[in-house]
């Protein structure tokens, strides 16, 4: 896979495995690939840890900052769910929270 890259990894033993790994960026795009409506709660999930992520990696501060990064959450998680639809071609049902 393009975005996995093997590493030693210690097992329970001690020994050492080469091991499937991926980084956020790969993460995100493997699971947005799944085309499997049981993968949606995972794929908000997902977008929720964007947020998170870009607003920490941007040291978002104040309401401003973190509006920025929210919105920018928002839209990968957005066209996760937009590329599942096309994928199943059902409607997926957007939960929101207050």
């Not at 998680?77 to 929270?97: C, H």
């Amino acid at each position: 896979m393009t975005f996995c890259h093997g590493l030693k990894l210690s097992a329970s033993a001690g020994k050492m495995w080469q091991t499937d790994c991926a980084n956020t960026e790969g993460l995100f795009r493997i699971i947005q690939s799944i085309p499997s409506p049981k993968a949606e709660p995972f794929k908000r999930w997902l977008g929720e840890a964007a947020t998170t992520e870009i607003a920490r990696k941007q040291d978002a501060q104040g309401f401003g900052e973190n509006k920025v990064a929210a919105k920018n959450g928002g839209e990968i998680s957005g066209d996760a769910r937009k590329k599942l639809e096309i994928e199943t071609g059902d409607q997926v049902e957007v939960r929101k929270t207050i």
